[in-house]
T-cell receptor, first 120, second 113 residues
Framework: GAVVSQHPSRVICKSGTSVKIECRSL??????MFWYRQFPKKSLMLMATSNEGSKATYEQGVEKDKFLINHASLTLSTLTVTSAHPEDSSFYIC????????????????FGSGTRLTVV | GENVEQHPSTLSVQEGDSAVIKCTYS??????FPWYKQELGKRPQLIID?????GEKKDQRIAVTLNKTAKHFSLHITETQPEDSAVYFC????????????FGKGTTLSVSS
């Protein structure tokens, strides 16, 4: 089945530094990848939709310059949290969609394992 | 855009009882409605889903019903067990290429033995 690999699983960084999170589709090509943010005991909030070869589409209220998304290939999307602050601490999770599998179970949506970011 | 409301936020049942979680969605174009179970710090795990061309789907102790007219769908868990305790999320998607899943706020289910 479709597999999405997300790294790192945990990262601790100092305030003011930047952190890059990678999301890779291992056995399929993902034209589109999605980035979510989840606070403790809260829902998954869509941050942006990442499109291969073009600019990401950000949801309202998400700072584009703060959360840089790059989707350079059909198998890799990255989220960079720039100038991180403690309030950026959260669980970030990516999702990729195998458009070929839309007709199959799960409608093609596959999730990465998530990244726990802690900014100190 | 799509908005998904989920109720209740917490649900406590005794082992063996049934549990029902309800969601409503706003976009009539939505046609895919999955339910996920999430353990703390883990990725969501798909437990069941339904598409808009059917009204009900069942998989052993889990069932999902969909009312397109009213724009709501529900998760039914029968004969609950302690291992069913987790956070459950509903989601909706219009299904077109490039469209994301929009999640409800989640329900924390606690099954006591």
């Amino acid at each position: 089945g479709a597999v999405v690999s997300q790294h790192p699983s945990r990262v601790i960084c100092k305030s003011g530094t930047s952190v890059k999170i990678e999301c890779r589709s291992l056995d399929f090509q993902a034209t589109t990848m999605f980035w979510y943010r989840q606070f403790p005991k809260k829902s998954l909030m869509l941050m942006a939709t990442s499109n291969e070869g073009s600019k990401a589409t950000y949801e309202q209220g998400v700072e584009k310059d703060k959360f840089l998304i790059n989707h350079a290939s059909l198998t890799l999307s990255t989220l960079t949290v720039t100038s991180a602050h403690p309030e950026d601490s959260s669980f970030y999770i990516c999702s990729a969609r195998d458009e070929v599998r839309i007709g199959l179970s799960n409608y093609g949506y596959t999730f990465g394992s998530g990244t726990r970011l802690t900014v100190v | 855009g799509e908005n998904v409301e989920q109720h209740p936020s917490t649900l406590s049942v005794q082992e063996g009882d049934s549990a029902v979680i309800k969601c409503t969605y706003s976009d009539s174009a939505s046609n895919y409605f999955p339910w996920y179970k999430q353990e703390l710090g883990k990725r969501p795990q798909l437990i069941i889903d339904i598409r808009s061309n059917v009204g009900e789907k069942k998989d052993q102790r889990i069932a999902v019903t969909l009312n397109k007219t009213a724009k709501h769908f529900s998760l039914h868990i029968t004969e609950t067990q302690p291992e069913d305790s987790a956070v459950y999320f509903c989601a909706a998607s219009i299904g077109q290429a490039g469209t994301a899943l929009i999640f409800g706020k989640g329900t924390t289910l606690s099954v006591s033995s």
